[in-house]
C-alpha cells in the first residue's frame, strides 16, 4: 500500500520529474565548470535540495489543486498514516534516484569527484534535517501557506552549502578525526532516521487530526 | 432487515454551523436519499462517516461494526462516489484506477474492466477529458469494482444531464439487485428519489428532521388548497407549511382527514418530495 501511494506521487509529478532529473544531472557539472573550488560535492548537495524540493512542490501543488483526491483515497481502506509516510519515502526516493544520477556522472567522467560514504551520509542528514523539518509544517498548515519556504529553501541553499562545507571543514580537524570513521557512518545514519521518524510521527498526529473535506 | 449504517448522536461544530445530534440507521436492501438543501449538513454528515472529519461526539456503525475501531475492514466494504473534482485530472483512468485499486483486498480487475465497457470509458483516456457525466460513471466504476456492499454518494446526480442522470439510475438499481447490498445518497434533486429511493431522510439546519419510508412519506402527505377566508388559526396549525393569498392558500399537511372535516371545500393533491421537503423547511423557520 505504501509504495502505492509513493508511486502515486511519482506519476502525480511525472512531467516535472524528468526536466528536474536532468537538472540534478546538469547541477554538479555546472558547479565544477563555474566554481571549481567548491567541489563536485557541493553539486551533488545542491542537485539533491533542488530535486527533492521543487519536485515535492509540485506534488504539494497538485495536491492543493485537487483536494479531494485526499478524501477519496482516506475514505478507501488506505491508513492515514501511509498517506504521511509516502510523502517522506517519495523524498528518499528522489534523494536516491540523484544519488544513482551523480553515481553514474562521476563513473562516466571521474574528473567531477567520488561518491563516497562520507558525502551519502551527509547528504541523507541535511536532506533529514531539511524534509524532517518541512513536511510536519507543510502537513500543518497546507501548501498556500508554506509554499514560501520552498523559496527560501531554494534561494538561499546556493548561499548556505558553501559556507557549511567550510564550516564542517574546519570543524574536522578539530572533532571529526578523533572519532572511528564507521562509529561516525553509524552516528550519521541514526541521527538522520531518528530525525526522520520523529518528523513522521508529529506529521501523521497532525494528518490524523486533519479535515479532509 | 439489517442494519447496514447506524449514526448515533452525532455532533460537530463549524464556526456557526454544527450538526446537532444526528441519529439515523439504513437498513439492507434500500436505496435511502438523503435530502436536504445546500448548507444543510449533507456533506458534514457524510465526511463523518467515512471519518474525513473528525466528530466531537456519536457513535457510527457500519455493518455492525464500529466505525473507529473497524475502519480498515468498513471501508473495504464500502464504495464511495463524491463530486467530479477527486481525481487527479492529468492521470488517465488507468493510473488513477492504480492508485486506488491496492488499497482494497478485493478489488476485482474484472468487474472493473466490465464496468469500462459498459460505461464505454477508454481506460488510457486522459480524465480531463472526460465529461461531468463520464467522470462520474469513471468515479462509480471505481466505487462497484471491490464488491461494496454499501455505496456511499454525496449528490452524484448534481450538474448531470436528465439522461445520465437516468442512467446512473438504472445502474443503482441493478446494483440492488444482487443482494445484500445499500445505497446511501445525498442529494438536493429531489426528482431523482421520487424514482428509486425506499427510504428518505432529512435534514435541515444540522438536524434530521424525518426519516421514511418514500412510499409512507408520499401516502401521508398531501398538497391542500382553499379559500383563505375559511382558514381559521386552529386549522392552519395543521399545516406543516402554508402561502396564503387574497384568492386562497396552498399548503402541506398529513392531518388531511381533519382538515377536511372543518374546510369541506378543499382541493387535495397528491405532494412531491420536494414540496413535502421545502414544507418541512418553510415549516422549521
Given at each position: 500500500?505504501?509504495?502505492?501511494?509513493?508511486?502515486?506521487?511519482?506519476?502525480?509529478?511525472?512531467?516535472?520529474?524528468?526536466?528536474?532529473?536532468?537538472?540534478?544531472?546538469?547541477?554538479?557539472?555546472?558547479?565544477?565548470?563555474?566554481?571549481?573550488?567548491?567541489?563536485?560535492?557541493?553539486?551533488?548537495?545542491?542537485?539533491?535540495?533542488?530535486?527533492?524540493?521543487?519536485?515535492?512542490?509540485?506534488?504539494?501543488?497538485?495536491?492543493?489543486?485537487?483536494?479531494?483526491?485526499?478524501?477519496?483515497?482516506?475514505?478507501?481502506?488506505?491508513?492515514?498514516?501511509?498517506?504521511?509516510?509516502?510523502?517522506?519515502?517519495?523524498?528518499?526516493?528522489?534523494?536516491?534516484?540523484?544519488?544513482?544520477?551523480?553515481?553514474?556522472?562521476?563513473?562516466?567522467?571521474?574528473?567531477?569527484?567520488?561518491?563516497?560514504?562520507?558525502?551519502?551520509?551527509?547528504?541523507?542528514?541535511?536532506?533529514?534535517?531539511?524534509?524532517?523539518?518541512?513536511?510536519?509544517?507543510?502537513?500543518?498548515?497546507?501548501?498556500?501557506?508554506?509554499?514560501?519556504?520552498?523559496?527560501?529553501?531554494?534561494?538561499?541553499?546556493?548561499?548556505?552549502?558553501?559556507?557549511?562545507?567550510?564550516?564542517?571543514?574546519?570543524?574536522?580537524?578539530?572533532?571529526?578525526?578523533?572519532?572511528?570513521?564507521?562509529?561516525?557512518?553509524?552516528?550519521?545514519?541514526?541521527?538522520?532516521?531518528?530525525?526522520?521518524?520523529?518528523?513522521?510521527?508529529?506529521?501523521?498526529?497532525?494528518?490524523?487530526?486533519?479535515?479532509?473535506? | 432487515?439489517?442494519?447496514?449504517?447506524?449514526?448515533?448522536?452525532?455532533?460537530?461544530?463549524?464556526?456557526?454551523?454544527?450538526?446537532?445530534?444526528?441519529?439515523?440507521?439504513?437498513?439492507?436492501?434500500?436505496i435511502t436519499g438523503f435530502i436536504?438543501?445546500?448548507?444543510?449538513?449533507?456533506?458534514?454528515?457524510?465526511?463523518?462517516?467515512?471519518?474525513?472529519?473528525?466528530?466531537?461526539?456519536?457513535?457510527?456503525?457500519?455493518?455492525?461494526?464500529?466505525?473507529?475501531?473497524?475502519?480498515?475492514?468498513?471501508?473495504?466494504?464500502?464504495?464511495?462516489?463524491?463530486?467530479?473534482?477527486?481525481?487527479?485530472?492529468?492521470?488517465?483512468?488507468?493510473?488513477?484506477?492504480?492508485?486506488?485499486?491496492?488499497?482494497?483486498?478485493?478489488?476485482?480487475?474484472?468487474?472493473?474492466?466490465?464496468?469500462?465497457?459498459?460505461?464505454?470509458?477508454?481506460?488510457?483516456?486522459?480524465?480531463?477529458?472526460?465529461?461531468?457525466?463520464?467522470?462520474?460513471?469513471?468515479?462509480?466504476?471505481?466505487?462497484?469494482?471491490?464488491?461494496?456492499?454499501?455505496?456511499?454518494?454525496?449528490?452524484?446526480?448534481?450538474?448531470?444531464?436528465?439522461?445520465?442522470?437516468?442512467?446512473?439510475?438504472?445502474?443503482?438499481?441493478?446494483?440492488?439487485?444482487?443482494?445484500?447490498?445499500?445505497?446511501?445518497f445525498?442529494t438536493?434533486i429531489t426528482s431523482d428519489l421520487d424514482k428509486i429511493a425506499d427510504m428518505l431522510?432529512?435534514?435541515?439546519?444540522?438536524?434530521?428532521?424525518?426519516?421514511?419510508?418514500r412510499?409512507?412519506?408520499?401516502?401521508?402527505?398531501?398538497?391542500?388548497?382553499?379559500?383563505?377566508?375559511?382558514?381559521?388559526?386552529?386549522?392552519?396549525?395543521?399545516?406543516?407549511?402554508?402561502?396564503?393569498?387574497?384568492?386562497?392558500?396552498?399548503?402541506?399537511?398529513?392531518?388531511?382527514?381533519?382538515?377536511?372535516?372543518?374546510?369541506?371545500?378543499?382541493?387535495?393533491?397528491?405532494?412531491t418530495i420536494e414540496?413535502?421537503m421545502?414544507?418541512?423547511?418553510?415549516?422549521?423557520?
Amino acid at each position: 500500500m505504501l509504495l502505492h501511494l509513493i508511486k502515486k506521487d511519482f506519476l502525480i509529478a511525472k512531467k516535472y520529474l524528468l526536466i528536474m532529473l536532468l537538472i540534478s544531472v546538469f547541477i554538479p557539472i555546472f558547479v565544477i565548470w563555474y566554481v571549481p573550488e567548491l567541489g563536485a560535492e557541493i553539486g551533488f548537495v545542491l542537485s539533491v535540495i533542488f530535486t527533492v524540493f521543487m519536485i515535492l512542490q509540485q506534488v504539494s501543488i497538485k495536491e492543493y489543486q485537487y483536494p479531494k483526491v485526499s478524501a477519496l483515497l482516506c475514505s478507501a481502506p488506505y491508513p492515514r498514516k501511509f498517506l504521511v509516510l509516502s510523502k517522506y519515502g517519495f523524498c528518499i526516493g528522489i534523494y536516491f534516484l540523484c544519488s544513482l544520477i551523480y553515481l553514474i556522472e562521476i563513473t562516466l567522467f571521474p574528473m567531477y569527484g567520488k561518491l563516497s560514504i562520507n558525502l551519502v551520509l551527509g547528504m541523507f542528514l541535511i536532506l533529514s534535517v531539511f524534509i524532517g523539518v518541512f513536511l510536519p509544517i507543510q502537513f500543518k498548515y497546507g501548501y498556500a501557506k508554506t509554499k514560501f519556504i520552498f523559496m527560501i529553501v531554494i534561494m538561499t541553499s546556493p548561499i548556505l552549502f558553501p559556507q557549511l562545507i567550510k564550516l564542517d571543514k574546519g570543524l574536522s580537524l578539530n572533532i571529526v578525526n578523533t572519532i572511528s570513521p564507521v562509529f561516525l557512518y553509524v552516528i550519521v545514519a541514526l541521527i538522520s532516521i531518528s530525525i526522520l521518524m520523529i518528523s513522521a510521527l508529529i506529521s501523521i498526529k497532525i494528518f490524523e487530526d486533519k479535515d479532509l473535506a | 432487515m439489517n442494519k447496514i449504517l447506524e449514526v448515533h448522536r452525532l455532533n460537530r461544530s463549524y464556526g456557526n454551523f454544527s450538526l446537532k445530534d444526528i441519529s439515523f440507521s439504513i437498513p439492507e436492501d434500500c436505496i435511502t436519499g438523503f435530502i436536504g438543501v445546500n448548507g444543510a449538513g449533507k456533506t458534514t454528515t457524510l465526511n463523518s462517516i467515512l471519518g474525513l472529519i473528525k466528530r466531537e461526539s456519536g457513535n457510527i456503525k457500519l455493518f455492525g461494526l464500529d466505525m473507529q475501531t473497524h475502519e480498515k475492514e468498513i471501508k473495504n466494504r464500502i464504495g464511495v462516489v463524491f463530486d467530479d473534482s477527486c481525481f487527479y485530472d492529468e492521470l488517465s483512468m488507468s493510473e488513477m484506477k492504480d492508485i486506488i485499486a491496492p488499497a482494497y483486498t478485493s478489488w476485482c480487475e474484472d468487474d472493473y474492466k466490465g464496468y469500462m465497457r459498459r460505461f464505454s470509458l477508454n481506460p488510457k483516456q486522459k480524465i480531463n477529458t472526460l465529461s461531468k457525466g463520464m467522470r462520474m460513471k469513471y468515479a462509480l466504476a471505481l466505487a462497484l469494482s471491490h464488491k461494496a456492499e454499501l455505496l456511499i454518494m454525496d449528490e452524484p446526480t448534481s450538474g448531470l444531464d436528465p439522461l445520465i442522470r437516468s442512467q446512473l439510475l438504472e445502474i443503482l438499481t441493478d446494483y440492488m439487485k444482487e443482494g445484500g447490498k445499500g445505497v446511501f445518497f445525498s442529494t438536493h434533486i429531489t426528482s431523482d428519489l421520487d424514482k428509486i429511493a425506499d427510504m428518505l431522510i432529512m435534514i435541515d439546519h444540522g438536524k434530521i428532521v424525518l426519516q421514511e419510508e418514500r412510499d409512507t412519506l408520499l401516502d401521508n402527505y398531501r398538497i391542500v388548497k382553499g379559500d383563505t377566508r375559511k382558514l381559521k388559526s386552529e386549522i392552519k396549525n395543521l399545516f406543516l407549511s402554508i402561502d396564503t393569498t387574497d384568492f386562497g392558500f396552498t399548503g402541506i399537511s398529513n392531518q388531511i382527514s381533519e382538515i377536511q372535516s372543518h374546510v369541506p371545500d378543499i382541493v387535495i393533491e397528491r405532494a412531491t418530495i420536494e414540496d413535502i421537503m421545502l414544507a418541512h423547511i418553510k415549516g422549521g423557520e
